[in-house]
């Protein structure tokens, strides 16, 4: 009698696994991107560059007086303004957001809300481009929208 009762659940568990190994490479995206951020907050620059392909960009769109344009900031720009931030930085993103996975490709659309020293300083979008190479997931470029007023739930 008890094994017709775990039958049931056997069952629903080996249902399960191709769901599980369909979100596998998106977590696993999550999770690079994930680092990145922990590795912000705790000012790691090792940790940040551990996420980071060595050719990756950061860019971001700007809107001067009406114009707009897209800035690149580099790297080692980021991971020293990072590293030398007097305050707590605090980039908050949502648990769950898409994520889009083809091969060794991967695109996150990432809405984020940025915080220095736990003030609001500015909110945005942050859009990911990954490369799954031999030692994981590796961001290629991040380019992201920054702006003051932003909707909130």
Same mark, same amino acid.
């Given at each position: 009698?008890?094994?017709?009762?775990?039958?049931?659940?056997?069952?629903?568990?080996?249902?399960?696994?191709?769901?599980? =190994? !369909?979100?596998?490479?998106?977590?696993?995206?999550?999770?690079?991107?994930?680092?990145?951020?922990?590795?912000?907050?705790?000012?790691?620059?090792?940790?940040?560059?551990?996420?980071?392909?060595?050719? =990756?960009?950061?860019?971001?769109?700007?809107?001067?007086?009406?114009?707009?344009?897209?800035?690149?900031?580099?790297?080692? !720009?980021?991971?020293?303004?990072?590293?030398?931030?007097?305050?707590?930085?605090?980039? !908050?993103?949502?648990?769950?957001?898409?994520?889009?996975?083809?091969?060794?490709?991967?695109?996150?659309?990432?809405?984020?809300?940025?915080?220095?020293?736990? !003030?609001?300083?500015?909110?945005?979008?942050?859009?990911?481009?990954?490369?799954?190479?031999?030692?994981?997931?590796?961001?290629?470029?991040?380019?992201?929208?920054?702006?003051?007023?932003?909707?909130?739930?």
């Amino acid at each position: 009698m008890p094994a017709m009762r775990l039958a049931p659940l056997a069952l629903a568990a080996l249902l399960a696994l191709p769901v599980a =190994a !369909q979100n596998a490479p998106e977590a696993a995206v999550q999770a690079t991107i994930t680092q990145l951020f922990d590795g912000m907050r705790a000012k790691d620059t090792t940790a940040i560059r551990a996420t980071m392909h060595p050719e =990756a960009r950061l860019m971001t769109t700007v809107n001067r007086d009406g114009q707009r344009a897209v800035q690149e900031s580099p790297i080692s !720009q980021f991971l020293a303004s990072v590293a030398g931030a007097p305050v707590e930085l605090d980039e !908050q993103i949502p648990d769950d957001y898409p994520v889009m996975v083809d091969d060794g490709l991967a695109v996150a659309w990432v809405p984020y809300e940025f915080y220095a020293g736990g !003030q609001f300083s500015h909110c945005g979008t942050n859009a990911f481009l990954l490369a799954l190479g031999e030692s994981g997931w590796q961001v290629v470029q991040i380019m992201d929208t920054r702006r003051r007023e932003c909707d909130t739930e």
